[in-house]
């Protein structure tokens, strides 16, 4: 099932979920100001406590899967238990690629609420080949889990959109 190009409509969040998107926007731009493209992640317990931060690193340390959320939950998994995770939030600066789904997946993290979606994203990208993704929503991997999975995006749009401004046709 590929993605429709059709541009989703833009959620509102409550202010617990558009601060921590805010933070996983900021590790974004981070992660671009250090080289990398510009992609963010926060992972959040039930009660609020940041568990793991990340960027995407995959120019600083040729890691090809080095993207922001499967830094977050490689970061987590050895120190969080999955009944804690379900019960978690990754907050990511855009939607999640496939790769990034599967680890959610296999973390068993619970919700994700995320900034600028897949098919905006494309059009920053262009269409170089290797700027190019899989065109499988993160909500098809998401719904084929036999755990549920929770997912809220596209949001705070605009911020999120910023860090990638001028980066991708380079």
């Known amino acids: 099932m590929s993605m429709s190009t059709e541009l989703p409509k833009e959620v509102t969040l409550n ?3 558009s601060s921590y998107l805010r933070q996983a926007i900021t590790w974004s731009a981070n992660g671009r100001a250090r080289g990398n493209r510009p992609f963010g992640a926060v992972i959040v317990s039930e009660q609020g406590e940041v568990l793991a931060e990340a ?4 120019s600083e ?3 090809c899967t080095g ?3 499967t830094n977050a939950v490689r970061l987590v998994s050895p120190l969080v238990d999955r009944d804690t995770l379900a019960r978690a939030t990754l907050y990511s600066s855009a939607e999640p690629c496939v790769m990034c789904a599967g680890a959610i997946f296999w973390s068993n993290i619970g919700r994700v609420v995320y ?3 897949a098919v905006r994203l494309r059009v920053f990208r262009g269409e170089r080949a290797e700027q190019r993704d899989a ?6 991997v998401f719904a084929s889990s036999p755990h ?3 997912c809220i995006g596209p949001a ?11 980066f991708w046709k380079r």
Not at 135 to 140: A, F, H, P, T, W
């Open 148 to 150: 549920p999975i929770e």
């Open 15 to 17: 202010e617990r979920d």
């Open 115 to 117: 900034g600028i979606d």
């Open 135 to 140: 065109e499988l929503s993160c909500r098809d």
């Open 156 to 166: 705070l749009i605009e911020q999120a959109s910023a860090p990638h401004q001028g």
């Open 61 to 63: 340390t040729g890691d």
């Open 55 to 58: 960027w995407c690193n995959t």
């Open 67 to 69: 993207h922001a959320e």
